[in-house]
């Protein structure tokens, strides 16, 4: 079973998407900011989702941990501000999300990018 650090401080948002990620078959281990996030990343991620902007670690700071720690995570970060998005492709996320998005598009991105890193879901 593929494993989605996702990492977001809107509880409801990222509430929102565990369950969607969830349901869709995905391990989701959910967190508020990118201190968190990287506590977590020896548990299992196989794909990284993050906002960008939160309080303590940012998102773009988290991106360039994260690459620096597992080169080869798939990234996609997400942003209400289309600027940031484009820096956070240029510095590491492979791709990104203008919030707000839909559930389709979520699950568009995470396929595309598990598809380019060539990791497979499997069944539990």
């Known amino acids: 079973m593929v494993?989605?650090?996702?990492?977001?401080?809107d509880d409801d948002l990222r509430d929102d998407l565990a369950g969607i990620l969830s349901d869709?078959?995905?391990r989701v281990l959910a967190v508020a900011d990118g201190n968190?996030?990287?506590a977590k990343l020896s548990e299992c991620?196989?794909?990284?989702?993050?906002?960008?902007?939160?309080?303590g670690m940012e998102g773009i700071e988290t991106i360039r941990e994260i690459r620096r720690r597992a080169p080869g995570m798939p990234i996609i970060a997400m942003s209400g501000n289309a600027i940031y998005l484009n820096h956070s492709t240029r510095l590491g996320a492979d791709t990104g999300?203008?919030?707000?998005?839909?559930?389709?598009?979520?699950l568009a991105a995470v396929e595309g990018v598990l598809?380019?890193?060539?990791i497979q879901p499997q069944a539990d």
Do not use: E, N
Not at 45 to 55: G, K, N, R, Y
């Open 36 to 38: 968190a996030g990287l």
């Open 45 to 55: 991620p196989d794909l990284l989702i993050t906002d960008l902007v939160m309080a």
């Open 3 to 9: 494993c989605v650090l996702l990492i977001d401080d």
């Open 115 to 118: 598809a380019d890193a060539l």
């Open 97 to 106: 999300l203008l919030k707000p998005f839909t559930k389709k598009q979520l």
């Open 24 to 26: 869709s078959g995905y």
